[in-house]
């Protein structure tokens, strides 16, 4: 899936890179990509967020699951470099208060 890279794992935390949009139209590819690499080597879960330029709800949800999924072997989840557009839907949902958003 080109909108998820996974870079790897770096001192214990799984690095993906998001681009372009992630929908309702690939949002399970999304969560089947950063599950499967999260499953070959917990960690905690960075999403670099420099290129991603569209989310829609089901995404919103699809963090939502994939912190869910993490959270139960104690790792966290932290979005970086977020646009101010997308992050703005990030802190109307309240989802700073259950992942880190920087």
């Known amino acids: 899936m080109e909108e998820v890279k996974i870079l790897g794992n770096e001192n ?13 139209n690939n949002a399970e590819s999304f969560f ?11 960690a ?9 330029d ?3 709800s089901t995404t919103l949800g699809t963090f ?5 999924s993490v959270k139960t072997n104690g790792h966290k989840v932290a979005l970086k470099n977020l646009q101010s557009k997308i992050k703005k839907l990030f802190l ?10 920087a």
Do not use: H
Not at 45 to 52: K, S
Not at 64 to 68: A, E, F, N, R, Y
């Open 54 to 56: 569209f989310i829609d």
């Open 32 to 42: 089947r990509t950063v599950t499967e690499a999260y499953l070959q080597n917990p």
């Open 44 to 52: 905690n879960v960075e999403f670099d967020c420099a290129e991603l």
């Open 64 to 68: 939502v699951k994939i912190l869910k």
């Open 12 to 24: 214990g935390i799984l690095k993906v890179a998001l681009c372009g949009d992630i929908d309702s």
């Open 92 to 101: 109307i949902c309240s989802l700073d208060t259950i992942m880190e958003i």
